[in-house]
């Protein structure tokens, strides 16, 4: 039989195509799949977000190291607190200032906290806590013992001094 647009009844191309429900079904097993997968997904890059946060704070402190030394200056690395952020400079720039200074601003999900754990004086550099890195590579009794960075979920990360005093190291609270 023929029909009216004068192709065949038993063309393959009506016999070979999904019906509306087929079609519903399987948009509502992905709707299903991306409810579960989505708040995982959202775990995991608050949580590279934290990790990022200290590895860069890290790298940071080994630039400050690295230019105490190389430069002869006793270099600060100061952390605000209240305005979630942190920064490095010379403790004592010359007449032109640290023309080298740098100042990060923390992810807006994450906050950081300086924690003093001496009993020596509490090293600050403009009136905020901060870890002071003499020329020699070693830190400052008075700096920070450990600094925490923490994300709106409260999961933390630690940069903890090392026990010979020559740099910071990574920890979280799954140790």
């Given at each position: ?101 740098q100042a990060f601003a923390v992810d807006a999900n994450l906050r950081i906290a300086a924690l003093h754990t001496g009993t020596s004086g509490t ?25 925490q960075i923490e994300d709106a979920a409260g999961s933390v990360l630690w940069l903890v001094e090392k026990t010979d005093r020559r740099g910071y ?7």
């Open positions: 039989m023929t029909l009216a647009t004068g192709q065949p009844q038993s063309d393959r191309r009506h016999r070979c195509a999904f019906t509306l429900i087929e079609l519903i079904l399987v948009l509502a097993l992905l709707v299903i799949a991306v409810s579960i997968v989505a708040p995982r997904m959202a775990g995991f890059v608050r949580g590279r977000a934290l990790d990022a946060e200290a590895r860069r704070l890290l790298a940071v402190m080994h630039a400050g190291q690295s230019r105490a030394v190389s430069e002869g200056m006793t270099m600060m690395l100061w952390i605000d607190q209240q305005k979630n952020a942190y920064g490095l400079e010379q403790e004592s720039p010359g007449r032109n200032g640290d023309t080298r200074a090293t600050t550099f403009k009136n905020l806590p901060a870890v002071r890195f003499l020329t020699d590579g070693s830190i400052d009794e008075g700096s920070p013992g450990s600094i190291e990574i920890q979280s609270d799954n140790k």
